[in-house]
């Protein structure tokens, strides 16, 4: 081989090298940014679910002490008991849903139920329809026909009945009525030994909860334990 065409090798290698080193760069280069384009997707999908996860945090509270029981909301709720026995959750100065305590209630109807059988089902069957009642000089509204029930367990294994009622609505002056849907009404055994106890959480007075509120709800509902 000459000078020439040593040479000639010499710059072939040089840039074969050179061509590599471009080639490897590249590559590299585009790993690197791959890599950084999925950190910032997963990132960004972390910040995202930890966000939610945090709008969604809820805590479990004691409602009331004296009723041996608790439950768990969403922490942007705010508590606010009325009186002794009840209780509502608030969003932006609006009730979201309402709870309250059945103790004399129950225990009357225990007292003057007289057919035996399942006495919770029939104290929720006649309770849940309060949230319907209303009289005036202009017109009424009741809840006179159930349209679905349903029986659960919390995660602690109480005792739990999901009422969907239809209710209806008289106007005096027009002599007419109309018909609405209202639910979800749950109804939770909270009895302890020798004391009945009843829980009734709904959306409020006639009201057909959204969906979303309806979950909420649930899972309030499903988390309730005694013994608190």
């Known amino acids: 081989m000459d000078s020439a065409e040593c040479a000639a090798t010499s710059r072939l290698m040089i840039r074969s090298r050179h061509y590599a080193g471009v080639t490897f760069s590249r590559v590299g280069l585009i790993c690197v940014a791959t890599v950084l384009l ?9 910040s995202r679910f930890m966000v939610a996860q945090t709008q969604t945090e809820a805590t479990y509270v004691n409602i009331n002490r004296g009723h041996g029981f608790a439950l768990q909301y969403p922490s942007r709720y705010k508590l606010k008991n009325v009186g002794e026995w009840a209780f509502d959750l608030v969003e932006n100065g609006k009730i979201v849903v309402r709870g309250d305590v059945e103790d004399d209630p129950f225990r009357i109807f225990l007292t003057e139920w007289k057919q035996g059988g399942d006495t919770f089902t029939a104290f929720a069957r006649e309770r849940v329809t309060v949230i319907c009642a209303a009289d005036g000089p202009d017109g009424s509204s009741y809840c006179d026909l159930v349209e679905s029930e349903r029986e659960g367990r919390t995660r602690g294994g109480l005792r ?8 209806t609505r008289e106007d005096f002056s027009t002599n007419s009525k109309e018909t609405s849907r209202v639910g979800p009404v ?8 020798a004391h009945p106890f009843a829980l009734m959480i709904c959306a409020g007075h006639g009201t057909l909860a959204s969906q979303e509120t309806a979950e909420v709800m649930r899972g309030m509902v499903e988390s309730v334990r005694v013994g608190e």
């Open 160 to 167: 739990y009945l999901e009422y969907y009622l239809v209710m």
């Open 38 to 46: 999925l950190d910032f997707l997963v990132g960004c999908n972390l």
């Open 186 to 193: 749950y109804m939770v055994d909270i009895s302890r030994p």
